[in-house]
């Protein structure tokens, strides 16, 4: 040790010497806001030791109180668990409690909408056999509930009424072995009987193989077994499989998918429409064509684009027009409409009287693709273009929608 | 190093070490302490002189003695504060401290008898000195004064000059060895 401080001396001197001087600067100078650099070196230097110490007794503490917390874990554990399992409960509950009056929301919404005279009711009970495919309504004779009423959700079909009772009704679902409905596809409209198989798919028996059936393809009443009215919702194709004479198709009944809660007893049916598909190619909007350079004479469509078969819709519906016959409504054995008719091409240049001249003030080419005017429309007449002021009839108004020229440049 | 260097260049410490009377010691310091203090007041060219500068390499570098040098510096630096205005004491205090502890150091090793090398020494112990106190006075001040390179490199060169002519003359108030 002696010979250390000797052989250090010197700069041991020469460090307690700077030492001191610069104490005494501390105690002297103040900085801006008057405190003695003294204090605030002091501060600086003992700040980080104090830091340090602080934080290895608050980890020192910290672990001694998590140890000791530790014994009161488990009985927290259990006591957390049970609550969580609770909450679990709870929240089921609610969620159930939600989708229930999800249902019954959407159950009154379909009640109002449909054209059906409808009575809801309640799933109370089912059938007691283990392979039974009935339950039991808390609606029967005495809310006007008969035999062979059909019971529907917004879904789709959900079986029929077999038994009704002063306060109650047996109602047999779809997926009964003795179930069966009339049906129709919804693409191509074939028709055949749906049955119940006993399992969660229904077959629907009856379709010629030559018949194209789809898979995804929807399934509704077809209204012929004068139980179900037309235009309710049956099922999803999902299997089909060749087979001769009938192809074998399965259906999934879209009406049992959400569970049975509350249904519809259809008490007085009426047929409706099944929904036609979206179109394909729906329309969308096309603004008018950008007037041509002078001098430039612009090629316009000769008429309204789209497939061959979209050209022979618009053909039978401007024939239907011209006639004024409504397709599907008339009844068998009426005269159906003279599909012979001839309708002017579009843009058919003095063909028709109707059809308005290029260019005409009062029938603008940006109005073209329009649906006609339901007001009576002056029409030029046809050789000196002078109107005539003729009110056009329905007939010659639908065909003046349908045969406007395509949109020329103004003159 | 070679072995004739260390001969020239260290050579007998026990043989090289002045030793001044003490009434030298305390009065060569204080005239030049003084000199610094009122001579630029009649005559304001003489202050670029760091004349208790000078006195302390010249002590420092004569006595070889670290111990002595830092001591002497310490003395000189806060007689030098204390009559310094709006000077905290301690800041010329630390710098010719340290000055005149490595002054000491270096006349340890080298020998510096020599003009030429008493002349180098000064002039690097001027610019050491300059250096030291701008960085003490914006580290611990605060100080934003600004540190002019080529001036100090000048007076540097000034006190050098004077610092060797200095160094002759109290050479004469040596002890006889």
New interface residues.
Partial sequence: MDTLLNRY??IT??LL??FA??V??AV??R??RDVR?VRIWSITAITPLARLLETVRSGTAGLFRNYILMHDAREDNRRLQAELDRLKMENQFLKTEISTADRAKALVAFQQRTQSRTIAARVIAAGAGANSKVVFLDRGSGAGVEKGMPVVTPDGIVGKVVAAYPTASEVMLVTDPEFAAGVVSQKNGVVGTLKGQGQSTCKVDYLPSEEKVEVGEMFFTSGDDRIFPKGFPVGVVRVVRPSSPYQEVLVEPSGLQHGLEAVLIVLEGVHQAIPELPPPNAPIYLGTPPPPAPGEQGVQPAGPVGTDADKLLRKYRQIGAAENHKFGEGAPGSKPPDFNLKIPPPGAEGSDAETPRQGDAENPPAQVSQPAATKPTSIPGPADGTKTGVAASPRRRVAASQTAPPPQPHQ | MTDYGDRYLVGNQREQVSRFRARVMLLVPLAAILFQVYVPRIIPVLGYLELPLLATIYFALMRRSQIGGLFIGAFIGLAQDSLSIKQPLGMYGIVKTLVGYFAASVGLRIDVEHSVIRLLLTFFFYFFHEFLYWVLARGLLGRQIPFEVQRTLVLGLLNAVVGVTLFHFLDKLREPA
Wanted: proline letters at 0%.
């Fill in positions: 001396r010197n001197v020469l010497v700077i001087q610069l005494l600067i002297q100078v900085n801006d650099m």
